[in-house]
């Protein structure tokens, strides 16, 4: 009997040693994939580094673009195109005018009556419209048939309230955020479609006439009197009520920033210098890059299986469009790398575009003791349930690295152009510091706001305390339909009847 005892227990101390010994392996094993997850972090946070001594290259290099995009057509990667707006809005305007906001997955119809100096902007109404994705890639005239019918429908809604003089043709401000050849004020071919717009025919063509075509195909009598980008539109917006107002960036789906240039500092213009002595510059910044771009393995990555590969680099580090995805490439890696949930990779989590930068923002802003909001968004995008409160941790840090990074280039990006505008320091003489206004538009800036309080403090940090006293960043909310019908406006065929 006592043999057998003695021999129970030894099978039962080897069967306790291998389950020990199988729970000490499958530690180890979770200590050196939590280990290896804690390095892919750590390396992303090295590559991604900002130190003010980069930025300050960065903002540099910008400049230096913005020179050479100037001097001459196809000098930099900076396009730095001449939008042939000479006059921005004075708040003298009066009359209704429309406006078309073409700029990403949504476009918006907006109507506007304008009452002058005393009555601003009198009312104004607007309808917001889905573009379905088979129309992003599908035809030219196909986008454009289905964007007129909205526009006609909305005409057709239009209220007594607004009012169009007997005789008149309805002007329409278009705000197409595209990079386009401006060939005048109301015209203009497009160079490439960004931001997933991938569609056939309509590279090289003049876009009012393309919307024109399709007006005119709806029965819809309009004219396009001003063919801006969302950036003027919001440089415009911001002029109208502020008159300090010297430059504008987009910091939404896609990112962009114009400014007011002395039209004497501008090589390639070859026609007559504007009575205004100023030019406003569409710079087309998304397309900027440079060796001090502190690019990783995933922005590399992303950029290579992009639809427009080595181009629009800054975009990719900054926009709303890719800050997301570049958070769902770093969590592949801890996926597929250190196991970061569990021993098989998520299906969903390779899905490239899953993640979408609201989502991160969300993630990224979750103030709660155990992180509720990021198990939840883990679960519902990505289909990871149960994921530990370190690991969760482990995600926002990679949130934090991603977004913080686009930040501080954004504010060395407008660094830049304070720099071109001879408004990046203080009043050396002691005199008055001229005051500075940059008009600001897009979801990232508007709702991200780790993202833009980090951009603002960055702007300070490099410019410093006395400069930064006068530099005044002013979100400017829908600028870009404001500001097209506020250039329609400006722009109309009936100025000169009324003036004279």
Known sequence: MGKVAVGAAVVCAAAA?????????????????????????????????????????????MTVEMHAGLASEGGSKLKMLISYVDNLPTGDETGLFYALDLGGTNFRVLR????????????????????????????????FDFIAAELAKFVASEGEEFHLPAGRQRELGFTFSFPVKQTSISSGTLIKWTKGFAIDGTVGEDVVAELTKAMERQGLDMRVSALVNDTIGTLAGGRYYDNDVVAAVILGTGTNAAYVERAHA???????????????????WGNFRSSHLPLTEYDQALDLESLNPGEQIFEKLISGMYLGELVRRVLLKMAEEAAL???????KLEIQFILRTPDMSAMHHDTSSDLRVVGTKLKEILGISNTSLKTRKLVVEVCDIIAKRGARLAAAGILGVLKKQ??????????????????????????????????ETTLKEMIGEEAAASIVIKLATDGSGIGAALLAASHSQYLELEES
């Not at 000490?24 to 390396?43: F, Q, Y």
């Not at 949930?341 to 299906?347: K, Y």
Request: aromatic share 6%; net charge neutral.
């Open 341 to 347: 949930f569990g021993d098989s990779v998520p299906p």
């Open 266 to 284: 501008i090589p390639k213009w070859h026609g007559l210098l504007p009575k205004s002595g100023e030019m406003v510059i569409n710079m087309e």
């Open 112 to 143: 506007v009556q304008l009452g002058g100096k005393e009555g601003h902007v009198v009312k104004q109404e607007f309808e917001e419209v889905s573009i379905p994705p088979n129309l992003m890639v599908g035809r030219s005239s196909e986008l």
């Open 422 to 455: 001879g408004r990046d320091s203080a009043a050396r003489d002691g005199g008055e510091m001229q005051r500075t206004v940059i008009a600001m538009d897009g979801g990232l800036y508007e709702h991200y706001t780790i993202f833009s309080n980090c951009l």
């Open 17 to 61: 040693c291998a389950v020990a010994a199988l729970v000490v392996r499958h530690r180890m094993r979770s200590s050196g994939r939590w280990a290896r997850a804690v390095a892919i972090l750590k390396e992303l946070e090295e590559k991604c580094a900002t130190p003010i001594g980069k930025l300050r290259q960065v903002a540099d290099a």
